[in-house]
């Protein structure tokens, strides 16, 4: 407390009275929807967790006791088009033994065309059906890459990267207590040799996701682009220095790739209307694949999945609708998760030669109820229980804005400040701790309770491994792992500047129709009445 006497940002502390309103807005009284329409055991797993080579001998495994008698169906993306073609790229199997026959090759061959996963599918039962994505083991420890190493740098940890698409800090403390529970855990039980840090004042500098993730991917913090229409967020700029170092890069997001407002690999640049027929998929995906061949990524983990997944609800995006987004049985979110565990455990099984940088985009929480999010709530309570575990790996959970389409965050202070109250955490297993230093440890201590944005976090990855910036103890080179200045307020930031700064005081609030706005009221009422009056004895008659 008397550090925080000399600290010029101190975080907003919510009311009792906006608490119990945020939590009746929320519903979070109301039961969880859950994913239960699907058989909880998988049609086909394979054994290993990691292969050296796309040719690698895999041992599969498919049981299709479930299917009842009926054949499964096996599905890939169509390399040209992007999406499951099932005409083209479609097969049906009647026993096990043919099945995984095909798997061992198909595994390879989609491989090759830089795909991480296939879809199986059998019927169950009248209008019952059972479906999964069977994912490959990551591609590890390639001996002729340009960029490994011939011995690991030890000062090289992995870091891993969940990204909480419109989730605010007091969003995640109310809709995820499975997971703040799991957070606690961590940190007091002695079995586990980790901690969690909690980052109060991670300000979002603006009410939309482009801003903030540019500046963590490319370390550019200015406005100079119109979003939706000319922005990047120059992904290359941090992947490359990641690649460069040696590390196995991973980048997945749960967006559809041809979604007319694209997705974080296309820059959620506004795509116009969505593709239809073949020659448009080919067109879309050829220009798509020009963009993200440059961005130095191993691996895209399921992002591709995503189209096909939504096309079972007739969307195209998750930013609205529906409610719940099921896939086998489990909500979809959870399966980048599994998918982002089983690189980090081939990381291990393959000899920990080659480190790992994943960063995982998740949109659950991008909707208009701010209800969603609550679905996965116990898919990423396990998933960090797990992840604490992986002694070499540094997790980084942040989000990038709070809800900004809920009737919440239209018609209450309280929530439109939410829209800029972003959450960070860190898990530091003890290993980590000890390869990072005492120094950079008590500086991250220190700036859980100081005013940070993505742009620290930028400088905070790009440090590790870089001798000259790892060893600057300037904020400015090495983010979180030197100490913010006591005095930095939002006037030290690049944020809009309608953005409500997360520093208690820093914003005067009036009350709802306090009398001295009237007046703004009736001038604003009166331009519209007077444009309405212009366009009425203008416009022609019809």
Known sequence: SSDLENVSCVAHVSTDED???????????????????????????IEETWRASPESKLTIQCDLTICKGHPVSVTG????????????????????????????????VNTLRKFSFCFLRCKTGRKKYAQQILMFPP???????????????????????VMLDSVSRAH?????PKTVSTLRNIVYNKSINATVLDFELLQSSAPFTFHNIRAFMSGKSDFDYIE????TYQIEVLYKKMKNQGYYTLLQEDSCWFDEWGSLFTNNIFQNKTPHSRKEFQNRWSGFQ?????????DYGLSYSSCDVFKQYNVTNQFNRPLKICFGGKVYSELFLDYSLSVFQGYIDSGKRQPIFAYTHLNAGHEVTGTRIRQIDYAVSGYLHAIAHEEDTLTLVFSDHGPKTTKFSFQTMEGRGEIYDSLLFAIVPENVA????????????????????????????????????????????????????ANRTCADLSIKPSAVCKCEGWDQKFPDNDPQFIFLAEFGLGLLNNKIQDDYLTTPDA
């Not at 099945?99 to 595994?107: A, D």
């Open 19 to 45: 608490c119990q309103m945020a939590n009746k807005e929320y519903r979070n009284h109301q039961k969880i929807p859950q994913c239960n329409e699907g058989p909880e055991k998988d049609i086909c797993s």
């Open 77 to 108: 993306i169509h390399p040209l088009e992007g999406v499951v073609d099932k005409e083209k790229e479609g097969y049906t199997f009647n026993n096990s033994t043919a099945l995984e026959r095909f798997l061992g090759h198909f595994v390879i």
């Open 139 to 161: 591609l590890l420890d390639i001996e002729d890459s340009e960029f490994l190493p011939d011995k690991k740098d030890p000062s090289l940890i992995n870091i891993n990267i």
């Open 172 to 176: 995640f403390y109310r809709s995820l």
């Open 228 to 231: 939706h229409s000319n922005g």
């Open 290 to 298: 020009d963009v993200v061949n440059g961005y130095h990524v191993d």
């Open 434 to 485: 000890n390869i990072l230093g005492l120094r950079r440890m008590r500086a991250m201590i220190t700036n859980q309770k100081r005013l940070l944005t993505t742009l620290d976090l930028h400088n905070t990855v790009i440090s590790i491994g870089d001798s000259e910036r790892s060893t600057s103890d300037s904020y400015l080179k090495e983010g979180l792992f030197s100490e913010i200045p």
